[in-house]
């Protein structure tokens, strides 16, 4: 099944790696005249959040949308995207309870948001960009589920999460192919995505915030 799943990435990812040797051109070549790039990009985000009393990067989820480049001068371009998001969090710990010993406690957090990044991109190579921003993000729906030695019921009214969300946003991206480009992303919430009074008292947390890297394809219509 690993096998399989490998070598269907590598069906999807061919034709990209192949237009490389036949490139028409570097899209972000500071002589080239053209001031608008407008295309679509997708891939994965690997989140986290911070406060949450698990760590680690293991919530993966979709990312995809749309994206515009303007070139505001020959090496300086701004970008704004319109996302689909899936961010939140996967714990696992291994505790001891009087009741049945010891056990794996599960945590599941899904957070899905329409967001909203700007960013500004500064082009070392006509190759290789790279920029920083921001994010605005509106939460379209929450879940959250614990399992551990005593049934937890979480009470979606109680433990409400904020309705938008505001990034910091650092990333850049490789051409590979005529119109395609890989790219990396970071980006962590500046304010805590629920209040205080909302986080579950088991946390034994004040601030929660989304933390999470992507990595992404973008192509870009010439």
């Not at 070549?29 to 994965?44: I, N, R």
């Not at 957090?109 to 006509?126: C, G």
């Not at 937890?152 to 005529?178: E, Y």
Request: with cysteine; net charge neutral; charged share 15%.
């Amino acid at each position: 099944m690993k096998i399989a799943i490998i070598q269907a990435i590598l069906i999807v990812l061919a034709p990209c790696f192949t237009a490389t040797g036949q490139e028409k051109s570097h899209f972000f070549s500071p002589d080239k005249e053209q001031v608008f790039y407008g295309g679509f990009t997708a891939g994965g985000n690997f989140s986290t959040v911070d406060g949450d009393n698990y760590g680690g990067y293991k919530k993966a989820g979709l990312v995809a949308g749309g994206t515009v480049y303007v070139r505001l001068l020959p090496k300086l371009l701004t970008n704004v995207e319109l996302l689909y998001s899936m961010k939140g969090s996967r714990g696992v710990a291994l505790k001891n309870s009087s009741y049945t010993g010891d056990f794996f406690e599960r945590y599941w957090l899904d957070l899905n948001y329409v967001e909203i990044p700007l960013m500004l991109h500064y082009t070392f190579t006509p190759r290789w960009h790279l920029g920083a921003g921001a994010a605005y993000a509106q939460l379209i729906n929450a879940k959250e589920e614990i399992y551990t030695d005593q049934p937890v019921t979480i009470d979606p009214a109680t433990t409400t999460f904020n309705s938008t969300d505001i990034n910091f946003v650092i990333g850049g991206g490789w051409q590979i192919g005529d119109g395609w480009f890989l790219m990396g992303r970071y980006q962590r919430s500046l304010n805590s995505i629920r209040k205080p009074q909302n986080i579950p008292i088991w946390q034994n947390s004040f601030r929660q915030f989304n933390d999470l890297f992507s990595l992404r394809l973008m192509y870009l219509i010439d």
